[in-house]
């Protein structure tokens, strides 16, 4: 069974801090994808990067980073000195592509950062 | 530049009746998508298209049907609604996959209250 985890349902952080947001798929599959969107308080989705099961080279973008982890099975995202306007909802999704293309999202995590 | 639009943004239904969802795109993509979002959880695909003329189920299906006549239209139908079918649907597009800088765009969302 394909399944998406994200454990922290809240955090919140002081502006500047550094955050992690946790995320720990299952799937025998070992052809797949991974994402992470950001969702803010206006409800559009964006979308912040797709990452396949064969790379697992960190990945750095400005103050977002994301860590690969197939031996754990993890797809951690990590900002830097946080900001108020990271405040959302970030989800984290696995899509398969053996079963067409099937999409796994998480629950997501609520991100506060306080100024 | 408009992206992902979708119409209507905002819909009232009766129990049992039908509605189309617009989901239109002008980016020439190939991939083409539908999710809906219940409250406090993450998206489930319910249909997703590889190109015009082709589309397959995802996750929740049930009660939904689709169709792709062109590259850029991909209409989601509720033929009988339901309340189980008040949710947040979101459309998406993206290119013809498997590079790492594929980007995924989505629509604003239509809010569907079924009463």
């Known amino acids: 069974a394909q399944k998406v985890t994200q454990a922290q349902t809240e955090i919140s952080v002081v502006e500047k801090e550094d955050v992690t947001l946790d995320c720990v798929y299952e799937?025998?599959?070992?052809?797949?994808?991974l994402f992470w969107y950001k969702q803010p308080p206006s409800g559009e989705l964006v979308f912040l990067i797709r990452?396949?099961?064969?790379?697992?080279q960190n990945e750095i973008s400005g103050r977002y980073s994301w860590n690969f982890q197939k031996s754990t099975s993890s797809f951690n995202f990590t900002i830097t000195a946080s900001q108020v306007v990271d405040s959302a909802v970030y989800f984290c999704?696995?899509?398969?592509?053996?079963?067409?293309?099937?999409?796994?999202f998480g629950t997501g995590t609520s991100l506060t950062v306080i100024p | 530049n408009a992206g992902v639009t979708q119409t209507p943004k905002f819909r009232i239904l009766k129990i049992g009746q039908s509605m189309t969802l617009q989901c239109t795109q002008d980016?020439?993509?190939?991939?083409m998508y539908w999710y809906r979002q219940d409250p406090g959880m993450g998206l489930k695909l319910i249909y997703y298209s590889v190109g015009a003329g082709i589309t397959d189920k995802g996750e929740v299906p049930n009660g939904y049907n689709v169709s792709r006549s062109t590259t850029e239209d991909f209409p989601l139908r509720l033929e009988l609604a339901a309340p189980s079918q008040t949710s947040v649907y979101f459309c998406?597009?993206?290119?013809?996959?498997?590079?790492?800088?594929?980007?995924?765009?989505f629509g604003p969302g239509t809010r569907l209250t079924v009463l």
């Open positions: 799937t025998r599959d070992t052809t797949y994808y």
């Open positions: 999704a696995l899509q398969l592509r053996v079963t067409g293309n099937q999409f796994y």
């Open positions: 990452r396949n099961s064969f790379d697992e």
């Open positions: 998406a597009s993206s290119s013809a996959g498997g590079s790492k800088t594929d980007t995924q765009y």
């Open positions: 980016m020439n993509h190939n991939y």
